[in-house]
C-alpha cells in the first residue's frame, strides 16, 4: 500500500469509528477537514479520493445530508481542477447519485451540481450526454418525469428510446385525452433539433406501447411501407399520436427543397392538425416551424434553441388532467 493510500486509509478508518459510534456529525465534519488540508496542500486527487470513499461509507448509514455535502465537496474540486469527465470521473458521481436518489431533499443539488461541470469540462452548452442518461433514468424512476425529460433530450440514443416510453407513462397517469400531445414532446423536440435517429426511436418505444395499451384500437398497418421510424401505427383514439407520426415520416422523405412532395404533405399535416393541440399549438407551431427549416428549406425568422424548447414546449399544458408536476413528485 503506497503512503498516500495508507493516509486515506487512517482517514477513513476514523469515519468507520465514528459512525459505529454514532457520532455522524462529527465523523463528516473530521473527514471534510482532511479534504480541505489536502485541497490546501494541492493534492487534489487524494482529497477526491477521500471524499469519494466516504461519501459512500456515510451512505451505509443513511446520512444523506453529508453524502450530499461530501459529494457537492468533490464535485467542486472537479470544477476548479478542470477534471475531465471519463470513465472513473463520471462513474465516481454516478454511484453516489445512485445511492443518494432515495433522498428526495438532497440529491437535486448533487445532480445539479455533477451536470454544471460536466457542461464546463464539455465547453459547450450540453455536457455530457452518458451522464444526462443516468440522471435522467434516476429521474424517471423517482416519477419526476419532467426534469428527467430534460436531460434525456440531450442524452444517448437508449435516451430517446426511455423518454418514449416515460411519456407513454406519463400520459397513462394524466388520463390525458389524447396521448399524442405526450408524443409530441418528444418527437418533435427531436426532429427541431436535428436528431432525427431520437425522434424515431422515441416514437417507436412509445408506439409500441400504444398499440399494447389499445390493443384493437390500435392497429399497425404495413401496406408494403417502409419506414425507418419502424412500423406505422394508426390510432382509433388519440388523433395527435397520429399526427406526431405522419410528421415523423414525411421528415423521413425530406429532401430539403420547400416545393417537394414531402414538403407539401407536411404542410398540409400542420394545416389539419396544428391547432387541434390546443393551448399547446403556439409552442407546437414553433417546434413545427424548426423543423420546417430544417428538413424542408422554409426559410422562418427564428429557430428556438432546444433548451428554449425544453423549458417552453407544455409548461402550462391546457389539459387540466396534466399539470406541470405536481402529480409527478
Known sequence: MTTSNARIERSLGLLRQNLVDGNYYEGHQELRAIAVRLVKQKKHERAVQLLYLGALELCQYNQWG??????AFMINIYVEEKVPVTDESRERVC????RLSQATEYYPRVYEAATQWAIKAAGDSVGDVQLHHFIGCLLRN???YQEAEQHFLVGTPESAA???GMLFDWAARTAASDYGLFAARGVLKYLAAGWYDAAGLCWRAFAARLAQHEAAGAEQRSGGLDTKA???YRSAAHELANAVQLVLLAVERADGSPSSQAARVFGQIRSRY???FGDNGPAVHELLDAVAERYFGVVVQRQPSLFDLVSSFLDKPAPPSIGSGEAMD
Open 274 to 276: 396544428e391547432s387541434r
Open 142 to 144: 423517482k416519477g419526476r
Open 66 to 71: 453529508s453524502v450530499a455535502d461530501l459529494a
Open 162 to 164: 426511455a423518454l418514449g
Open 95 to 98: 454511484e453516489i447519485l445512485e
Open 230 to 232: 419502424g412500423p406505422v
